[in-house]
């Protein structure tokens, strides 16, 4: 059974690059007698061999495969031209994929990122559907979620009389057929905002918040959705609960990515 620990989040947090988009920085380069595939993280290593069925090694830079077929390099450059705008996250979980960044540039949305913000700030009906559209969108474009059985929100406080995540999963579960599993995982005390804190007391805070996700979890493989993604320490946090409670494999699914990588340090 897969699970994910403090020094599994530890250990992958340390490592760099922590974002990889095919749009700005292709996977797939022409060397003249052949083409390199360079893959980063472990997760685009195993979306990369689930799509195409293509294996490849292990390297000091990330898993890798140089092709020289010409049937092997047409599937590894339409594999990377469909997934060019997403953000592949490097965490612990199985995959975990940002549709955009918020913002363009410093103080400039995005189109997504604006209706982020709209959504929950104030509780636009119209930018809630955008986010949630776009997300479907990605559950049919992405092979593990797409083939995920459920789907749940990232728990919001107790008491909190409306919650984006949790909305968005409403939306989407219905319009891609998956269970919406939002309603059995939730903390039990009240959750501290952990933005600020340090990696080990962002842990110890949520450890304290008393999340429990009960047995509708198992054997499920489940994508894990919030609004924006910005250390993915909680993210991972639900995802290791989620694992004990069953499940057997976790994909996260973030509407938006912040900007800069300085709350991942």
Same mark, same amino acid.
């Given at each position: 059974m897969p699970s994910i620990t403090f020094k599994d989040v530890e250990a992958a947090r340390a490592i760099t %690059? /922590?974002?990889?988009?095919? +749009?700005? =920085? %292709?996977?797939?380069?022409d060397k003249g007698e052949c083409h390199s595939v360079g893959l980063k993280f472990p997760s685009l290593k195993r979306l990369f061999i689930a799509d195409t069925g293509i294996p490849v090694l292990e390297g000091p830079y990330g898993p890798y495969r140089l092709l020289t077929d010409r049937g092997q390099i047409q599937a590894a450059l339409e594999w990377q031209d469909r997934y060019s705008s997403l953000i592949f996250l490097r965490d612990t979980l199985n995959c975990s994929v940002a549709i955009d960044f918020n913002l363009a540039s410093p103080g400039v949305y995005t189109e997504l990122g604006q209706a982020e913000n709209d959504a929950k700030n104030s509780r636009k009906s119209t930018a809630t559907k955008e986010l949630a559209n776009a997300s479907a969108d990605t559950i049919e474009k992405v092979l593990f979620y797409r083939e995920s059985d459920a789907i749940c929100a990232v728990p919001p406080a107790p008491g909190k009389d409306w919650? !984006? %995540?949790?909305?968005?999963?409403?939306?989407?579960?219905? /319009?891609?057929? /998956?269970?919406? !599993? +939002? %309603? =059995?995982?939730?903390f039990s005390k009240e959750k501290q905002s952990v933005k600020s804190l340090s990696l080990d007391d962002k842990w110890k805070a949520l450890e304290s918040a008393g999340l429990r996700a009960n047995s509708r979890f198992k054997?499920?493989?489940?994508? !894990? !959705? &919030? &609004? /924006?993604?910005?250390s993915g320490t909680t993210a991972q946090f639900i995802a290791s609960k989620l694992y004990e409670a069953g499940a057997t494999e976790v994909n996260g699914l973030f509407c938006v990515k912040t900007w800069r990588d300085t709350d991942n340090l």
């Open positions: %690059p /922590k974002r990889f988009r095919f +749009s700005e =920085h %292709p996977c797939v380069r919650d !984006l %995540p949790t909305e968005i999963v409403k939306y989407v579960a219905t /319009k891609s057929k /998956k269970e919406n !599993l +939002s %309603p =059995h995982i939730n054997g499920k493989r489940v994508i !894990l !959705l &919030d &609004d /924006k993604y910005q």
